[in-house]
């Protein structure tokens, strides 16, 4: 795509946890169709990558990316260096910024606080001079709005934050509250998020944006899908191992469909915290046989395994902590190629996957009616056919990226007159 003519000169910074990372693609799509769209992008990450792979949609990406430092203790000179400086050139910004850091630690007593607050010094001191940025926009609601907030107070750029999950409901809701209400806006990829964030801050005046994350449809289809349809059926789930992910609830479904005589083999992808507990899990079930677990993959490798699959399933369930998911891309993407998907009604996926119509849904924790729902798909042939054709058209409508990175910019546009 060409640039338009009116490509903005003024900068968006983009402050995220890890740069690049696999799980992440919905940001690497955002950034490379803002790019397309004109937008001169800097990242900011926080981490360096932990996989030794990336996703082609990474590699089409000009955002130069900087670096902070992660850790305290081994770059303590680097980052006491930069905030002195930038305390002496700036002693009333950086005064109100470590006055805001002393009353957040005071209310959690959480040391990440005084690393935030240093690290937004590096980057204002360090990275923010000649890069004509404008305005900073966070990935996820805890750590790098943390550091977006601290930055803005340093240094009078605006700043706004992309809501998603976890970091939304394992905040403190008095510091989630904060960050909204000092935000210029927010945005978030469920109603059911939206909601929330409504009830967190109810009186704030800072809008409170809906803009789902969608999918690239190019990279999925249903010509290349070469399902078995006949037992032993494939049956496969794209996750990462943790408990949100309600992945005991989709062993002990499987080990149910195993009584009941069905014949299957299932794929796990992803990689986790809790992999041992799960490998422990599985082979009380007595599943080793029946199952595998693929760790990450790239993402050309998952659509492989889509392609080949009889049947998607998700367990997914509010977590101890209060962690769940949003709306899983990956449920998205099997809709996408026709697989037919099995998953729960926890919180932002019945905006999208609907009982009976665009796949079935049962309640979390249920491993009965999971299998119940799973068996359904895989026998029931009317069934699958009626709820594959229905979700790519869901999908098409409501989870084309191209179109909704278009409304997200729109909303930039509106929002940052300084890029628009």
């Not at 400086?85 to 005071?106: I, Q, T």
């Not at 395994?305 to 902590?321: K, P, R, T």
Request: proline share 5%.
């Amino acid at each position: 795509m060409k640039t338009p003519k009116n490509r903005p000169t003024a900068t968006l910074c983009m402050v995220l946890k890890g740069y690049p990372r696999i799980s992440e693609t919905f940001i690497s799509n955002e950034i490379l169709i803002l790019e397309s769209l004109g937008y001169k992008i800097h990242i900011i990450s926080m981490r360096h990558p932990r996989e030794p792979f990336t996703h082609d949609s990474v590699k089409a990406i000009r955002a130069k990316v900087d670096y902070l430092p992660t850790r305290i203790l081994p770059n303590l000179h680097l980052l006491l260096y930069h905030n002195l400086l930038l305390a002496l050139k700036r002693p009333g910004s950086y005064f109100k910024a470590l006055k805001k850091a002393v009353a957040r630690w005071l209310r959690t007593r959480r040391s990440a606080t005084v690393k935030h607050l240093l690290q937004a010094g590096v980057l204002a001191h360090k990275f923010l001079p000649g890069k004509g940025i404008v305005h900073f926009h966070a990935h996820f609601a805890h750590s790098p709005t943390s550091v977006a907030m601290f930055a803005s107070l340093l240094t009078g750029v605006p700043f706004s934050f992309f809501a998603h999950a976890k970091d939304i409901y394992t905040s403190d809701t008095r510091q989630l509250k904060e960050k909204i209400d000092m935000a210029r806006f927010v945005v978030t990829c469920t109603r059911y998020n939206q909601r929330y964030l409504s009830w967190v801050s109810a009186t704030t005046t800072t809008p409170l944006f809906c803009v789902y994350h969608g999918i690239n449809l190019d990279y999925f289809s249903s010509d290349g899908r070469n399902p078995s349809l006949v037992p032993p059926y494939k049956i496969i789930t794209v996750a990462r191992i943790t408990e949100k992910k309600g992945l005991e609830t989709v062993y002990r479904a499987l080990a149910i469909l195993r009584e009941r005589g069905i014949d299957f083999r299932h794929t796990l992808i992803g990689e986790g915290d809790d992999r041992e507990k799960i490998q422990g899990l599985i082979k009380a079930l007595d599943l080793g046989t029946r199952t595998r677990l693929c760790g990450t993959l790239t993402h050309q490798e998952v659509i492989s395994h889509y392609a080949e699959s009889d049947l998607f399933v998700l367990g997914c369930q509010i977590a101890v902590n209060g962690d769940r998911d949003g709306i899983p891309n990956v449920m998205a993407e099997s809709m996408a190629m026709n697989l037919p998907v099995v998953a729960t009604n926890v919180s932002g996926l019945p905006e999208f996957l609907e009982d009976g119509v665009t796949g079935r849904m049962v309640p979390p924790r249920d491993p009965v009616k999971l299998a119940n729902a799973m068996e359904g798909l895989l026998v029931d042939e009317a069934l699958r056919k009626r709820v594959t054709r229905a979700a790519r058209k869901r999908v098409e409508r409501d989870f084309d990226n191209k179109k909704l990175v278009r409304e997200l910019a729109r909303t930039y546009k509106a929002m940052i007159p300084e890029i628009g």
